[in-house]
Structure formats: structure tokens, C-alpha cells
């Protein structure tokens, strides 16, 4: 029975090839390709195929991402990576900026590999002055893993939810090693995802019972502030500059150009997380701001080229990158201490670096099961 099913499968495929020879190179490529894509996915093989590809090419989504590591667990694996990276563990290049569409979007792309590392990654994001289709958001990303003994690509992560999560658990890590032991009142400014994850990573560190919401439209500070309370049962409403008087933790989450307060409204004591600026020509904080604060960096060479907030005070006043008290990692490993005493302002500047993408996609493939 097999010899004679070979047999007429044989006689099948025969007068196909005729058929395709009598038809010639074009029009037989064309029929071909009709034939696949209406009669292949009528086969049991497609579904052997798929699972094949899965298995040997993950695209691991963003839900499956924040199933995988939950928020404490992030906060703990930038600890680690921070510590390795201020004992050189990995090689970072400067990150490529390129600005499309007018200026309208800002296309990044960051490598980062860990010295003797299985992988290594490459990000790319765009940010967006204004929200893509479907209203997918200022922020799109993918992250491709890579197989350091060959170069093979062999996997792709939701760059999105691997950026807010990695940025969220960073300034939970600054927050942690910097922020007053007591504090109980932050402040958000921005009302995006990574807003959101700063709020999440500031509760996992600290006794949070209140959040002041800043953005520019009303409504979607109302909405922000719901989803707040929802979620983490913190009290959330709309603030008022005044109120920043009553806050212990600050985080920035915006594309501002221009400075969001002025110093004169902190609280003595407060601790700053400034995140959304990642140009020269950004700026959520005051030169003020960041001339009376102790200034904690990702890292040096970064903030030299990218942090607005920083350069920009630099050209303005007589403060330089030499006040740069520590970049957080020395902090993280335990070579330096954080905070001095209660009274002292404290500023955490990220730009955002792409080891931090590559430890939390290594994390992540641990407990990858397919």
C-alpha cells in the first residue's frame, strides 16, 4: 500500500512539473505560489511547522514578558546588573539616535552584550511626539536575542513592556538605595507606561500611601490616577505644584523640553527620579534642582552625551559633571553608600542603558518554557 501511494504521488508531482514546464518560468512561479497559499494550510503540516518555528524562534509577547518577571524580581535583577556593570562586566556601545519624520519620532538603537554572556541583544525603539495607529502608544520597541557562539538570532520580546519594566525597576533600585527610609507620599509626572511602572517600582520599595498625578490633560490624569488606585490600592489624584511641597519621592516620565517645577516647591529631603529625557535638548529638572541635589547617573559617559537635564545645567551654570556624586551601581555592589542623612536632596538621572535590556531578556529566557 505505501509503494503504491509513492506511486501515484509520484505520477501527481510528474504531470505538475509538465504542466509547470509547459507554462514557463513566470507564469508556473505564479501558479505555484497560489497553490502553496491556498492549498498549504489545508495540511496537518503547517501546524508541525508553526510549532517547529515557535520552539526554535520564540516571540515571547509583552503579557508572557510580565508573567515571567514580575516587578520585585526586576528591581532585584538591575541590583545585579548595575553591580556587574560597574565591575565592567559588560560592553555597552554608545546607542544610535536617529531623529525621522521631521523630528516627529526619534528612532534608538541600543547593543549590549555581557562579557562571556550566552546572548547578546539589540534594541530598537521609536518614540513618538504623538500616538502611533490604534493608539499603540509614544513608546514601541522589540528586543532581539542573539546567540553569542554564532550570531544566530533566537529570539524576539516585546521591547515595550521590557523597556517600562527595566526602566521601572531601576529607579526602584535608585528609590530603594536613595529615597528616605519613611517616605510615604511620590508624585508621577506623565501619565504613560513607564509612568505607570514607576509608580509600581516606588511601592515595592517603599510604603507608598499616596501619589499626586501631574500631566497635561485632565483626563487622562483622572484615568492615570484610577488605574493607580485600582492596581496597587494607593490613593491617587490630580496635583497642583503646591502639593509637591508634601511629596518624599518624585519620578519624571516625560519628552518635556523644558523644566516641570521649580526647586523652590521640594520638600527638604526629597528624592528625584528623572527619567524621560534622553537628548541634549531635553529637560524635566531645574538647574536649581540639580546644582543643590546629590546627583546619582546610570553612567557617566551616557549622561555626558545624553542627559539633558544635566548638560544643560552644566551650560548654565557654574555646576559641572565633576558634582556627579556616584553612578548607581557603585552603590548597588556596596563600593559607596546612598543617602547621608534625612535632609539631603537626592536625584536619580537614567538615560537608560542596553544592559539593562539584556539582563532582564536573560531573565526572562531562564523562565521561558516555550
Not at 555646576?319 to 534625612?342: H, K, L, M
Request: aromatic content about 10%; glycine content about 8%.
Amino acid at each position: 500500500m505505501k509503494n503504491l501511494k509513492y506511486f501515484f504521488q509520484f505520477i501527481i508531482i510528474y504531470i505538475f512539473f509538465l504542466f509547470c514546464k509547459i507554462l514557463g518560468y513566470k507564469r508556473s512561479s505564479d501558479f505555484g505560489s497560489f497553490i502553496g497559499k491556498f492549498f498549504g494550510p489545508l495540511f496537518r503540516s503547517k501546524k508541525i511547522i508553526t510549532k517547529n518555528l515557535k520552539l526554535a524562534y520564540p516571540k515571547i509577547s509583552n503579557n508572557e514578558i510580565k508573567a515571567l518577571v514580575p516587578m520585585e524580581d526586576a528591581i532585584e535583577c538591575m541590583k545585579n546588573a548595575f553591580s556587574d556593570f560597574d565591575s565592567g562586566d559588560f560592553i555597552v556601545p554608545d546607542r544610535i539616535s536617529t531623529e525621522i519624520d521631521g523630528g516627529n519620532s526619534t528612532v534608538l538603537v541600543m547593543p549590549a552584550y555581557r562579557n562571556g554572556g550566552k546572548y547578546f541583544t539589540i534594541k530598537t525603539v521609536t518614540v513618538s511626539k504623538s500616538s502611533g495607529k490604534n493608539n499603540s502608544g509614544l513608546i514601541s520597541a522589540c528586543v532581539n536575542i542573539f546567540d553569542s557562539s554564532n550570531g544566530d538570532m533566537i529570539a524576539t520580546l516585546g521591547g515595550d513592556t521590557i523597556t517600562s519594566l527595566r526602566t521601572g525597576a531601576a529607579t526602584g533600585l535608585a528609590t530603594r538605595l536613595l529615597a528616605k527610609k519613611d517616605s510615604k507620599i511620590g508624585a508621577i509626572f506623565g501619565t504613560g507606561v513607564q509612568a505607570k511602572t514607576q509608580v509600581e517600582a516606588m511601592a515595592k520599595v517603599r510604603q507608598i500611601k499616596k501619589v499626586y498625578v501631574y500631566g497635561r490633560e485632565t483626563e487622562s490624569m483622572e484615568k492615570f490616577s484610577r488605574h493607580i488606585s485600582d492596581d496597587y490600592g494607593i490613593e491617587a489624584i490630580s496635583g497642583n505644584l503646591e502639593d509637591l511641597s508634601k511629596v518624599d519621592i518624585i519620578c519624571t516620565a516625560t519628552p518635556s523640553a523644558d523644566a516641570l517645577f521649580k526647586n523652590h516647591y521640594l520638600k527638604p529631603g526629597v528624592h528625584i527620579n528623572a527619567i524621560g529625557s534622553f537628548r541634549p535638548s531635553m529637560r524635566e529638572i531645574p538647574n536649581e534642582t540639580v546644582i543643590n541635589a546629590k546627583v546619582v547617573v546610570d553612567s557617566f559617559m551616557a549622561s555626558k552625551k545624553e542627559a539633558g537635564d544635566l548638560l544643560m545645567t552644566e551650560k548654565e551654570s557654574s555646576w559641572t559633571f565633576d558634582n556627579i556624586y556616584s553612578e548607581i551601581g557603585a552603590i548597588a555592589s556596596g563600593r559607596i553608600s546612598g543617602r547621608s542623612n534625612d535632609i539631603e536632596m537626592t536625584l536619580f538621572k537614567s538615560v537608560g542603558l542596553g544592559f539593562q535590556d539584556l539582563a532582564i531578556s536573560e531573565l526572562v529566557l531562564d523562565r521561558y518554557d516555550g
